[in-house]
Every structure is written in C-alpha cells, then in structure tokens.
C-alpha cells in the first residue's frame, strides 16, 4: 500500500484562485517536504517540514504556503494561483532519524493554472 | 548556485549496451550521495546510493563510481533493459539534511 499520497492527481485553476495541494504519508517520518518538477529544472524544493506545526522556506517559496497540522499531513497551498505555476508537484517524506535520509515520493500531482 | 550538475541532458543506448550517466557537485561537506529513478507519470524512488567513504557501490546491473577529489560521480548501468528506460537524478546530502537534486538525465534504451 502507497506510504505518500497525494491528492488531486491533476486540478485545473483560474489565475487568481487558491489551491490546495495535500499531501499523507503513512511513514510516521518526521520530515515531509514539496517539490515542484519542470522541464529542465529538475527537482526545487519549494516548503519542507520537520514535523507538526512546523514549515520551512525552500529554494523557490515565493507564492507558496505550507501547512503541516499532523505528522501524516502536509499541505501547499497557493493563495493567488498564477500561470507560471502550473507544474507538477510532488511531496515527499524522509527519517532523520537515519544516519543518512532517504526521501520516499509520491506520484504527484499536475496542475495547470488558466 | 546549482549543487548538483548532471550530464548529458539526454541519452539514448541500444540493449545491452552500458548507459554511463555524469553527475558533480559544488558542496565538499556532502556525504552522502543517492540517485533516483523515475518512470512516467511516477514519483522518484532510490536506486542506489553511496556514502563519501567509498569510492564504489554495486547494486546488480547498477554501479556508482565516486571521486571525491574531483567531486564527481558517475552511474553506469550495464546491459542496459528498455525497462531502464526512465529518468535519472543525482543528488546530494549533508547526512540527514536536506537533499539536493541534479536537473537529471533522460535515458532512453532501444531495444
């Protein structure tokens, strides 16, 4: 059974709406983090979190919100969607409670801002 | 700064030929170094990883080769599948910190 999951698989916004991208992980890791992926550019981390009720700024976090109310749950969200955003966003989450983190992802999800 | 730099962009093998895929970073504290597969319409999952105090790691058709002194690595995959046929991303790691992708590189194996 899937330990990331994400929801929606694909959403469709208007410039200027909210967004709400979730992200569950049955992992019981500590770490969750969102990433967006784009041609050429690879993996950007965007929001991360080092466990309930905490976020941190990535590399690309201008427009973005996090928000992480449990330890399963994470979300992003994007309070005026814009264009430029459209994407696919993948969450994942990691132990640091290892010596050496791995991140497990999940299937992401695509959207596309009109 | 880009940390983690990959190359080629792109690249095509016949089966059974060996894929050799580039990868180097700025960062002379990173230690530990994994590398990614992702299929289509998928998330990335690990394949491999190596820690700074190897210089080698197998995994069946899967090798990494590490230089810490030029800071570069490089996975080949031997006997290259049309199965193999995904992309690639290197990263790296400060132990349990945050990791650092590469841009990846597209493989692409023609049966």
């Known amino acids: 059974e899937a330990a990331v999951t994400q929801s929606p698989r694909n959403k469709v916004a208007v410039t200027g709406g909210k967004v709400t991208l979730s992200c569950n992980q049955t992992n019981n890791h500590n770490n969750m983090y969102w990433y967006r992926q784009d041609t050429g550019h690879g993996l950007r981390l965007i929001h991360y979190?080092?466990?309930?009720?905490?976020?941190e700024k990535g590399d690309i976090p201008d427009g973005y919100k996090a928000s992480r109310p449990s330890q399963e749950n994470f979300s992003l969200i994007l309070e005026l969607a814009t264009p430029s955003q459209t994407s696919v966003y993948f969450c994942?989450?990691?132990?640091?409670?290892?010596?050496?983190?791995?991140?497990?992802f999940g299937p992401g999800t695509r959207l596309t801002v009109l | 700064q880009q940390q983690v730099r990959q190359s080629p962009q792109s690249l095509t093998v016949w089966e059974g030929e060996t894929a050799i895929l580039n990868c180097s970073y700025e960062d002379s504290t990173f230690n530990y170094f994994p590398w990614y597969q992702q299929f289509p319409g998928e998330g990335p999952a690990l394949l491999i990883s190596?820690?700074?105090?190897?210089d080698k790691k197998e995994d069946g058709r899967f090798t990494i080769f590490f230089n810490k002194r030029e800071k570069k690595l490089s996975l080949h995959i031997t006997d290259s599948q049309p199965g193999d046929s995904a992309t690639y991303f290197c990263a790296a790691s400060e132990s349990n910190n945050r990791i650092f992708f590469g841009d990846g590189t597209q493989l692409v194996v023609k049966p």
């Open positions: 994942a989450s990691g132990d640091p409670g290892g010596v050496y983190a791995e991140q497990f």
């Open positions: 979190s080092y466990g309930a009720g905490s976020t």
């Open positions: 190596i820690r700074s105090v190897s």
